[in-house]
């Protein structure tokens, strides 16, 4: 079993665990696939209500979206994690 499958079998256990969706933004993060570490970093945010959580995730879109080339759009997230209380 792969860590990939691992990370889509414990998200069928517990869907609405923002804690597993932020991890799985990570993984797809350190995969160089921004695109889905956005969604999935989005997706966790949707399920929390922690500040310091969503401070994580919004750093996890401002790097997806600085390696994408979109800088209005990471600036404004890297914007969101400061205002949550995130470095």
């Not at 079993?1 to 889509?8: A, S, W």
């Not at 310091?52 to 914007?79: F, K, M, P, Y």
């Amino acid at each position: 079993v792969t860590q990939e499958e691992d990370g889509r079998w414990v998200l069928r256990i517990e869907p609405d665990n923002p804690w597993l969706w932020h991890q799985l933004s990570l993984v797809r993060l350190f995969q160089h696939q921004d695109e889905q570490a956005a969604q999935l970093a989005a997706r966790s945010n949707s399920l929390t209500a922690d500040a310091a959580l969503q401070a994580r995730n919004w750093r996890v879109v401002a790097q997806a979206r600085e390696r994408t080339g979109d800088a209005e759009q990471a600036s404004a997230a890297a914007a969101r994690a400061r205002a949550l209380g995130g470095l």
